[in-house]
């Protein structure tokens, strides 16, 4: 158990000792496409990345960066009072852009007063020796995260996935990033067809050993109108229950070092586009039953940072 009284160290824990209070995302979109969408490397995508490239979430990339970040604070606002914003840059690959057109839209988002850091999702190929310096001019304002999409160390997954992606463009993305001072947030996802448990595990533990700041662990989604719902349609792969799920994010937090952030422990798929599972969309139970887990296992006690496994 840590100070904050937790099993792990959430996002929210991280952000009300660095920034004294909670802290929420603002979701905006660069306009960017990827390398994997423009026939650099393919044109579908990742075999599960949607057609909004992961940004389904983001506002209007017709919008200046300012009127979404105005547009998303609305949105907050109704739900609850708070001061203080991370710029997150989610949708397809946030870096994949001449360097002139990042700094301008990556300054006015840190521009804001009430912004405290600029969260960058990207592709671990997409870090030209411009770029990465252009983030560390960034980083000397404010926090510069760089989020980079893993998903699993097992680049046959990777190939099957459509990814033109190796763990071993992961691996020196992170050191190149390392050495510069800019964080990196790890995506990972569980349950990618063929996988087993160990082989997910496996991933886990690959993180754990890298200088990472933070991660997050991603249920796979089969959304509609992608290659991976074709492949469900086909020929049918299992998908993991609600239990196995929360159980395997259990194993899997065990795993990691107290200190690393836990940005997520599942996702939001997009209800319109969700094929399976369809468990997922009720986040909060999802959570409620990981936490529930976790107390079953006395975690409390402090086993749960002996980095055994459980």
Known sequence: MNSHGKRYYSLNDYCLDTFGEKVYRLSLSGGMTCPNRDGTYGTGGCAFCSAGGSGDFAADSALSITEQMLQAKARIAAKTDCHKFIAYFQSYTGTYA????LRKIF?????????????IATRSDCLSDEVLDLLSDLNRIKPVWVELGLQT????????????ST???FDSAVSLLSARGLPVITHVILGLP???????????RHVAAMPVFGIKLQLLHVLRKTALADLYETNPFPVMDMPEYCDLVIRCLSLLPPGMVIHRLTGDGPRRLLIAPLWSTDKKRVLNTIHHRLKELDCWQGKYYNQKEI
Do not use: F
């Open 107 to 119: 300054s006015e988002a840190i521009a804001a007063e009430d912004v405290v850091a600029l969260s």
């Open 194 to 204: 063929g996988e087993t448990q160990e082989m997910m595990l496996q991933t886990i």
């Open 98 to 101: 001449p360097v002139p057109y």
């Open 167 to 169: 763990v071993e463009q």
């Open 153 to 164: 160390i097992h680049n046959q997954t990777l190939a099957q996935m459509h990814t033109h």
